[in-house]
């Protein structure tokens, strides 16, 4: 039970994080949406989640662009609330491009490198003050196979997702002695627009239908020939939010249908 808690999960307008943020409220924590696009229907999602399991949480919405530090330092301070802490930080916005080395656009390197690993730096260095203030706090990365192992036409990508399991463990390591954990969930493939565009990129360039091109990319990595689904990943965010998780640290947690077992 997270009642009275106050749970940031950034881009959480979608997928993953959106799944992660309504597991969080059906637990009892209030929660701080982040992500682009309509706020409404997201905020509207949690929350009813949350009334499904006979909570009355606060859900809000903060639109910062994790690209600008200026922008993380407001949505923190909006987030901690009348609390004045975030208790759960669930660092989730990304961003993927697909390209070899020599073609990767520079705008676009830069731009997976400051969403999906600078503004992880920059939310746990802002929640951890008051996280230590109160000896308790969940920090939980979401990175993904590609921070355990690469493939090609993802520099940028498994870069980021490599170098947020190594903050994941310098996190837990300067917090070991405290209540505050910091871990990393590390997916395989997960069927959210972010791999839909990927699953729309295989069918045009093989001339085959949608659904053939997810079992393509499927059976190219994923021997359980299933995509993880964003519940189950929010299963395993409760769980390292939960007092059985208290000594869980600094581990990066594949759920990937055995893409890393290979
Ligand atoms: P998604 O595209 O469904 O959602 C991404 C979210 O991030 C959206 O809410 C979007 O608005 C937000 N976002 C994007 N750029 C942002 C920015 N500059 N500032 C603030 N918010 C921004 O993607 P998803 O598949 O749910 O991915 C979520 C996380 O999971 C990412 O870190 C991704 O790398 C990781 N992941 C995804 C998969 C997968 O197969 N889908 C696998 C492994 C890891």
């Given at each position: 039970?997270l009642?009275?808690?106050?749970?940031?999960?950034?881009?959480?307008?979608?997928?993953?994080?959106?799944?992660?943020?309504?597991?969080?409220?059906?637990?009892?924590?209030?929660?701080?949406?982040?992500g682009f696009?309509?706020a409404?229907?997201?905020?509207?999602?949690?929350?009813?989640?949350?009334?499904?399991?006979?909570h009355?949480v606060?859900?809000?919405?903060?639109?910062?662009?994790m690209?600008?530090?200026?922008?993380?330092?407001d949505?923190?301070?909006?987030?901690a609330g009348?609390?004045?802490?975030?208790d759960i930080?669930?660092?989730?916005a990304?961003?993927?491009h697909?390209?070899s080395?020599e073609?990767?656009?520079?705008?676009?390197?830069?731009?997976?490198?400051?969403?999906?690993?600078?503004?992880?730096?920059?939310?746990t260095?802002?929640?951890?003050p008051?996280m230590?203030?109160?000896?308790w706090?969940?920090?939980?990365?979401?990175?993904?196979?590609?921070?355990?192992?690469?493939?090609?036409?993802?520099?940028?990508?498994?870069?980021?997702?490599?170098?947020?399991?190594?903050?994941?463990?310098?996190?837990?390591?300067?917090?070991?002695?405290?209540?505050?954990?910091?871990?990393?969930?590390?997916?395989?493939?997960v069927?959210?627009?972010?791999?839909?565009?990927?699953?729309?990129?295989?069918a045009?360039?093989?001339?085959i239908s949608?659904?053939?091109?997810?079992?393509v990319?499927?059976?190219e990595?994923?021997?359980?020939?299933?995509?993880?689904?964003?519940?189950?990943?929010?299963?395993l965010?409760?769980?390292f939010?939960?007092?059985?998780?208290?000594?869980?640290?600094?581990v990066?947690?594949?759920?990937?249908?055995?893409?890393?077992?290979?």
């Amino acid at each position: 039970m997270l009642t009275g808690k106050t749970a940031l999960v950034t881009g959480s307008t979608s997928g993953i994080g959106l799944g992660i943020a309504k597991a969080l409220a059906q637990q009892g924590a209030h929660v701080v949406l982040n992500g682009f696009g309509d706020a409404q229907g997201p905020c509207a999602e949690v929350r009813a989640a949350a009334a499904q399991a006979g909570h009355d949480v606060r859900v809000e919405h903060h639109g910062a662009d994790m690209s600008r530090s200026a922008d993380i330092a407001d949505m923190m301070a909006f987030a901690a609330g009348p609390n004045g802490r975030v208790d759960i930080l669930v660092n989730n916005a990304g961003i993927q491009h697909v390209a070899s080395i020599e073609d990767f656009p520079a705008e676009r390197w830069d731009a997976i490198i400051a969403i999906n690993l600078t503004s992880a730096f920059h939310t746990t260095r802002l929640a951890l003050p008051a996280m230590r203030a109160a000896n308790w706090g969940r920090i939980i990365n979401v990175a993904s196979v590609h921070g355990l192992v690469a493939s090609v036409q993802k520099s940028a990508y498994v870069a980021a997702k490599h170098g947020i399991v190594g903050l994941t463990k310098v996190t837990a390591l300067e917090t070991a002695t405290t209540g505050i954990t910091c871990n990393a969930i590390c997916p395989g493939w997960v069927l959210t627009p972010l791999v839909q565009k990927q699953v729309d990129a295989k069918a045009a360039a093989l001339g085959i239908s949608n659904e053939e091109a997810k079992k393509v990319l499927l059976g190219e990595k994923e021997p359980s020939m299933q995509f993880t689904t964003p519940e189950e990943l929010a299963g395993l965010a409760v769980f390292f939010c939960s007092s059985a998780a208290n000594n869980v640290r600094g581990v990066a947690w594949n759920m990937d249908g055995g893409w890393t077992a290979q």
